[in-house]
């Protein structure tokens, strides 16, 4: 049965072709048995999207997206080897697979328009829509749906359809959206700046979409990357054309500002339907500037019959909806995805608490019950009201877990964490006492090396001796004799250890560090010749490598299908090591993105993730995310680290808040984390350079209390700052400083700041902090 669906905006049009597809589908391998065209990239994305939150527990059907902007070679290998079962995508990249033979139509049964006026009405679009419906069985169902369906589009539907059922508003006044305040504001082209920063500041909104007419063209990746961002919830104010317009369902929008008038009325609604969706409270504001502004907003409230009044100075934030996804951490930011967090249930792929049979009643292992003597005796010296409201508050999401009496380990280098899968590369050599290994140690010559080498390859010291293999194959690397290292390692997989695993995962190692990518990658697929099998470990190890040639297009590649083709199953570490490898490239975003779809895939995200990530975008200096994913960890219950509050306390510090660094230093304590000398560094440092003697010295006297012992890098700190800060003014000789503490700061500093800053106030005002110094120091 044939359907033709006029609703309005954010009623469930996409859900009803999703649902229906799914429940008539049958799927068959290597078939695809639905088609949805749509006329944006984004708009494919969210209709994908509703697809997947549909099928989690219909495991057997696959779904797809294609459009430009996407090497098209990407997508004629994902139809090879995973073939979906539904394909979402744009009529121009759908009917370029169709005409190259890549993708087939003849088993489609359901063939569905989503915006349909807006495909049909472009000429060349719908040339492109009746190219794919003939490729397309005759017998199959038509779907259509469209928010604004005009009369003289009706005709055109039907002619791809037999017999339809349709589903109209009767009245083109209804398709004005329930709950939906909307006002305009008259102004100069000038004033429009001013006016938007305005609202910007006085109205209360979750997200705000700004349309404008016009935008620079920004790279396709970016263009997804932001959409998908500002649809998790990162970010609250989204600016955009027309494209975002139609079709895009993101409930948390509540106000929609036309920066620019729309062209006409049927683009107005599609604009202001972003907010107001499932009945929803929203606002709209309309920015009218000219004559021909004016002109369209007569010709939007006759035809919707609808009364758009001039904005008052003040409107009540209760007539388009409060504020739904803020909770107020005292020291974050807001962050939309609080609210869902809460009130959800995370499952980790490691618990294994799925219940088959019925997955609706899966539930998650009793939380553990926090102890009654956890409570820590808070430091004076730090201790603030907004440190113990937040602790509180944290108690409160959190409740099973014990904040005070946590154990959590200092990880100081931000990345992801050794594994059984990886190379340990840091073991210390072992003592060379056989004639062999002397030999290679003294060796210079390659040749004479790699003859060496592969003349004692049987000798179990030899083999045994990791630290000797690994330098062989490093000073050939450094002598660029890739051919040698080939052979060596080739030679090496032929030894009865190369059944091991491990031994195979050395190799892979070996290979990464002397940059022989691909023999690395093809080493993993070889590993069935050895009769040895492949497990995540070694799927962990070669996929580090992968990560070390920088090439984004062969990381996604490896971590898209390898998985899929050899049935290995994806942990943490996995992930993390894609995620550093990403934000050791700058591309953040994409980092980020990876941990959302790994939360799709039932991995929860570890200390590493977070960690990691906090740690770029603080010193990317983007905040906003970096203090929302701040709050996503702790509502998930994953607890911070020291590398996690040392990331914060550094962007604090270069942002000149000495202050709520030290807050941080005292929430630490709060939460039973020990600071580590790195902390206090920095603490220290954010005091010395705004000038704060007396918190330096009690700072530092923490710093001894806990036990560490001072070393160069706090005195350097400390010393440099705190002259620029006082201006030290002693009259001594540059060698005295030299000879009294360039033992203590190291032969590389001097001590010269105190000589090279004497020009300043009178030495008798700082006396006192000189011999401390000096007695500290000596």
Known sequence: MDVICQAKSGMGKTAVFVLSTLHQIEPVSGQIAGLVLCHTRELTYQICHEFERFITYLPEVKVAVFHGGVNIKIHRDLLKKKCPHIAVGTPGRILALVRDGDLGLKNVRHFILDECDKMLGALDMRRDVQQIFKRTPHDKQVMMFSATLSKEMRPVCKKFMQDPVEIYVDNEAKLTLHGLVQHYVRLTEVEKNRKLNDLLDALDFNQVVIFVKSIKRAAQLNRLNRYKIFKEGLKRILVSTDLFGRGIDIERINI?????????????????????????????????SS???????????????????????????????????????????????????????????????????????????????????????????????????EIELFRSLVPHISVAAADVPSINNVGPARNSGESNNMQKPIKIDEPALVKLKNERDPEKLFNLFKANAHNKVLVENRFAFEDTIS???????????????????????????????????????????????????????????????????????????????????????????????????SINIVIKAFCEMGLLDKAYLVMVEMEKM??????????????????????????????????????????????????????????????????????????????????????SCAGYLEMVMRVYNAFCHEGYKPNQKIYQTMIHYLCRAAKVFLLRPRRWYFENFGPLMGIDSYIFPFYDLLKGRRASSIYRSYHWWLEIMT
């Open 256 to 288: 929609v500002i036309n920066y620019d008038m729309p062209d006409s009325a049927d683009t107005y609604l599609h604009r202001v339907g972003r907010a107001g969706r499932f009945g929803m409270k929203g606002l709209g504001i309309t920015f009218v």
């Open 602 to 687: 039932g991995i929860s995200p570890d200390v590493i993730t977070y960690t990691t990530l906090i740690a770029v975008f603080y010193k990317a200096n983007r905040w906003e995310i970096a203090n929302g994913l701040w709050n996503l960890m702790i509502l998930k219950g994953c607890l911070p680290n020291v590398a996690t509050f040392n990331a914060r306390i550094q962007f604090l510090v270069n942002k000149g808040r000495a202050w709520d660094a030290n807050k941080l230093l005292g929430l630490m304590h709060c939460y039973g984390i020990r600071p580590d000398e790195i902390t206090y560094n920095l603490v220290i440092k954010g005091f």
């Open 291 to 389: 004559a021909l502004d004016s002109h369209v907003l007569n010709q939007v409230q006759q035809r919707f019959e609808v009364d758009i009044k001039e904005i008052p100075e003040q409107i009540d934030a209760t007539t388009y909806g409060p504020r739904q996804f803020k909770i107020a951490l005292d020291m974050s930011l807001w962050c939309s995805q609080l609210h869902q967090i809460k009130n959800s249930s995370f499952t980790s792929q490691r618990a294994k608490t799925h219940n088959l049979e019925n997955p609706m009643t899966q539930t998650l292992p009793s939380p553990r019950p926090a102890s009654p003597n956890t409570r820590t005796q808070f430091p004076k010296d730090f201790t603030t009201l907004r440190c113990l409201h």
């Open 475 to 573: 000073r050939l690397a450094g002598a660029g004799r890739f051919d040698y290292i080939e052979n060596l390692l080739d030679h090496q997989k032929t030894l009865p250890q190369g059944r091991r695993e491990g031994f195979i995962i050395r190799i892979i190692v070996l290979y990464g560090r002397a940059g022989m990518f691909k023999q690395a990658v093809n080493t993993f697929y070889d590993m069935h010749l050895y009769g040895c099998k492949r497990t995540v470990k070694s799927f962990n190890a070669t996929l580090k490598v992968v990560t070390q040639s920088r090439e984004l297009e062969a990381i996604e590649s490896f971590l898209r299908d390898v998985p899929f083709n050899f049935g290995i199953e994806l942990d943490v570490f």
